[in-house]
């Protein structure tokens, strides 16, 4: 009798397991006989080659790690994420099972651990990828076309974290593992290996001509005064020399401004002098100026004014009075109750939510507030929130906010040619994204340090000036950080002094930076977007290249 208990108990119990473990999604079926030949291999291959003519023939043994180059992976599993993450975690629902988890990258470089991720679980597969259903993706690691994936910023994180430092000249074997992980309260549950493969990397460092390293003459017509300013030449071409050999990456131009005059012009990876620089974010800044002028001309009263003096909010989904009390003050310092947060990718007011919609000023005034945010008191970056300052200034100014822009604040500095982006309702796009020249984008930070006056001629009212150019609120988590109306704040220490500085700054490290107590605007434009080193790289040009050259006395 007891025989038969424990025969029917542990039938049971593996019954228990095997629908546990039964997967949760039908998969697609596997007929290519490339993928039925390598399943649980992560195969290398050069360029995007289409599954249904991939071949043996195409993986690679070896590879040329150029500085631009095309290094994907293809990886054959015998199962979908969605299933793996279901034999991990069988007790979650099928709609948190993908919110919870998905693939994790180990990195080896000659057998040694280098890098360890678990990528976001948002991150797809390419078209026709589903983790629900696929049992193969392809991905590129690096890329010489432009292209923009979520496993790029992977290996480029993997270089930050200690891949850069290994991968010296020679060559090496490069290792990925990868595994299903599930979050499960803040504890992470990494599951079986699923698929592995190894390639060699040759890594030759390209020989730099004298050209690329020598500081770049500054040409006629700049509209600028050269500067006779005696710097130390030696500090730019050991920057000129990063850039060129990539450790500094995605650079596009530096310009330096030393007391009012032109001291670097120097561009990079195809730019001119010619190139419309989309600088994303530090855009915004611009949304600032333009308010301080509508302001001294009347056309808009004062940041102080409230969003119920320009809109009807009971016509807008969640209204409450407190949204009534936002003030143009609360967006310029990104310190408004809306419950919007850029840096939370699951909050309503993310800017990602908003670009899809038709009607980008209804969805920042359809927004809840969040009742843990007090107006004025909570800084919180909010691009929804500038976009909503755009649209009071398209509504305010004669003839609109693009025309406005270009007759009182372009116009007097001689900028024209620019670019801007549009918002569905085709207005002049505050969030980010116009795109001018660097010598312009100059002018632009040079007419800050002046204090609004350019040519002799007040363009913004220096109170304004003083306003945007204030510890405005406190950026939290970060010592020593200020935000303005929308310029940043932030002290650079250098040889044991504090210099202070404003800057606008767009993704991608797209920085323009005045001084406060030194003679000197720097602008740095990059195209590394989204990747992790973008604001970091920028940093560095300023605090190890251009002070050391500029303060070398």
């Known amino acids: ?36 030949r390598n399943i649980g291999k992560v195969t290398f291959m050069n360029g995007n080659i289409p599954l249904e003519v991939y071949k043996e023939t195409d993986f690679l043994d070896s590879y040329d790690l150029k500085l631009k180059s095309d290094l994907n992976i293809r990886v054959f599993m015998d199962n979908s994420v969605g299933n793996y993450l279901h034999q991990l975690a069988p007790d979650l629902p099928a709609e948190e099972l993908l919110k919870k988890g998905n ?68 060559t090496h074997l490069l290792k990925i593992e990868i595994r299903p992980y599930v979050n499960l309260q803040e504890k992470i549950k990494t599951g079986n290996l699923i698929a592995e493969g190894k390639v060699k990397l040759v890594i030759k460092t390209p020989k730099l001509t004298r050209k690329q390293i020598e500081i770049q003459p500054i040409q006629a017509n700049s509209g600028w005064e050269i500067s006779s300013l005696n710097f130390d030449k030696k500090k730019i071409e050991s920057l000129n020399t990063a850039i060129a050999n990539y450790e500094l990456k995605d650079i596009t131009s530096i ?39 509508a302001i001294e001309e009347g ?27 936002i003030r143009i003050k609360d967006l310029l310092t990104m310190s408004s109750s809306f419950d919007g947060s850029d840096s939370d990718s699951n909050s309503l007011g993310n800017e990602e939510n908003m670009y899809p919609t038709a009607n980008w000023v209804k969805f920042a005034l359809d927004l809840p507030v969040d009742k843990a945010k007090a107006n004025g008191r909570q800084w919180d970056y909010f691009t929804a929130g500038v976009v909503l300052l755009g649209d009071i200034l398209d509504k305010s100014v004669p003839e609109g906010l693009e025309k406005y822009a270009d007759k009182k604040l372009f116009a007097p500095l001689n900028i024209t040619s620019y670019k801007w982006q549009y918002t569905p309702q085709n207005v002049a796009n505050t969030a980010g994204g116009l795109q001018m020249r660097s010598l312009d984008y100059a002018k632009y930070a040079q007419l800050y340090k002046n204090n609004g006056i350019w040519n002799g001629k007040q363009i913004v009212a220096t109170e304004w000036i003083s306003k945007t150019l204030t510890h405005q609120i406190q950026i939290p988590k970060r010592n020593n950080e200020f935000y303005g109306y929308l310029f940043w704040n932030k002290t650079i220490l250098f040889e044991g002094k504090s210099y202070e500085t404003f800057y606008c700054a767009g993704n991608g490290g797209n920085h323009f930076v005045i001084f406060k107590t030194l003679p000197l605007v720097v602008i740095i434009t990059s195209k590394a977007f989204n990747k992790p080193y973008g604001h970091s790289q920028s940093n560095k040009i300023v605090q190890d290249y251009i002070l050391p050259a500029v303060l070398k006395n």
């Open 299 to 325: 056309y808009i009263k004062s940041e102080n004014q409230k969003l119920e003096e320009f809109y009807d909010l009971k016509k807008y989904a969640n209204y409450q009075t407190k949204k009534d009390s």
């Open 103 to 170: 693939l994790q990258f180990s990195f080896y470089i000659d057998n040694q651990f280098i890098y360890k991720e678990n990528i976001h679980y948002g991150c797809n597969f390419g078209s026709g990828g589903s983790k629900q259903t696929s049992t193969t993706f392809r991905v590129p690691l690096t890329n010489s076309k432009g292209e923009d994936w979520w496993s790029m910023y992977m290996w480029d994180r993997f270089k930050e974290n200690g891949g850069q430092k290994v991968l010296t000249d020679g």
């Open 1 to 36: 009798m007891t025989k038969q208990i424990l025969v029917s108990y542990v039938l049971f119990y593996t019954s228990m397991i095997m629908a546990q473990n039964k997967d949760l999604y039908s998969i697609d079926k596997i007929e290519n006989d490339v993928h039925k």
């Open 255 to 293: 310009v330096v401004i030393h007391d009012n005059k032109l001291l670097l012009e120097e561009y990079f990876n195809d730019a001119d002098r010619k190139t419309l620089h989309n600088t994303r974010s530090a855009g915004k800044s611009f949304a600032s100026t333009l308010m301080g002028i």
